[in-house]
């Protein structure tokens, strides 16, 4: 049965392969693309999971060794002013959407976090979000509001199939793994930035822990950051039209987050680019564990 399962695996990879390469060509740009800026530092990707209140109070003087990168609604708190992260990554299409494509709820998100980004950013700050924003009028607006911020741009196409094929649109920004969470393009955007090491932190993904189903069998999703550590009430997770999402779907959006994990593990083994995951509490089990002390102590010196 072992070749049988070879050849079912490989037909699979080879229609991955077709189907992101035409989605490549329809969907993603080819100019423009965020590129490498040839950095003195490693990069520090800040996740929102609730242990980066932890880290945040016990690697202060380590967390300055690092380029910071933020996301999503972090400016929103008072941490980010502290931190003066040099990128900030945007992900989710309902950043860009316009308020009658959106729900009330998001509305107040983005209303909030380009009212923030305006009034705190006081030092140069890139945005890095998806090319899909160029086309955002409140996203342009903010960008000509303040001149501390600029912006570059990645595709967010995602590219699966067999690894030559993966890997080559991984190098030439075309698309990653998909982008089912925001610290895979934070990854690999960091990689076409030019990071050769780059370490995670509050990147908990204990999601499973705050899933439930209630008496009318709707799947919910406790939402717990480390700025709101008891967690929002269970929420109903919607698509892009507001249809709940059934429970075996919002798993299966789980399985493809922890998947990306491991083909960035596998991309960046070739290319020899490092990633650690040095969170306090995680469920990723795709990179090495280490400390921030640790990592920066083993890093050549430069």
Not at 2 to 25: D, E, F, H, P, Y
Not at 26 to 42: A, D, L, R, W, Y
Request: proline residues 5%.
């Amino acid at each position: 049965m072992n070749w049988l399962s070879s050849i079912n695996n490989g037909v699979k990879l080879w229609l991955q392969t077709k189907q992101s390469a035409l989605r490549v060509i329809i969907q993603s740009k080819f100019m423009g693309i965020v590129s490498n800026i040839q950095p003195s530092k490693p990069l520090l990707v800040l996740g929102n999971g609730p242990s980066l209140n932890e880290t945040l109070a016990t690697d202060s003087e380590w967390i300055q060794l690092y380029d910071l990168l933020a996301v999503n609604n972090a400016a929103s708190h008072d941490q980010f002013e502290v931190l003066k992260p040099r990128f900030y990554l945007l992900n989710a299409v309902t950043y860009f959407q316009a308020d009658e494509d959106l729900n009330e709820l998001y509305i107040g998100f983005n209303r909030d976090l380009y009212k923030n980004l305006q009034s705190k950013t006081t030092w140069k700050m890139t945005l890095l979000v998806p090319f899909r924003a160029k086309k955002s009028e409140a996203f342009q607006q903010l960008l000509a509001s303040n001149p501390n911020i600029d912006a570059a741009y990645f595709n967010q196409t995602p590219i699966e199939g067999l690894p030559f094929w993966s890997h080559w649109g991984y190098r030439k920004g075309w698309g990653m793994p998909r982008p089912h969470n925001v610290l895979i393009p934070c990854i690999m955007v960091g990689i076409r930035l030019g990071y050769r090491e780059i370490a995670l932190v509050g990147a908990d993904h204990s999601w499973l822990a705050d899933l439930s189903v209630n008496e009318a069998n709707e799947a919910l999703l406790r939402h717990v950051h480390y700025y709101d550590t008891e967690g929002s009430k269970p929420m109903k997770m919607e698509d892009r039209i507001q249809q709940p999402r059934k429970l075996h779907e919002i798993i299966h959006k789980f399985y493809l987050s922890f998947e990306g994990y491991w083909l960035i593990k596998g991309f960046t083994a070739r290319h020899r680019i490092r990633i650690i995951n040095a969170s306090k509490t995680s469920m990723i089990d795709a990179f090495e564990r280490m400390s921030l002390k640790e990592f920066a102590e083993d890093m050549p010196q430069k």
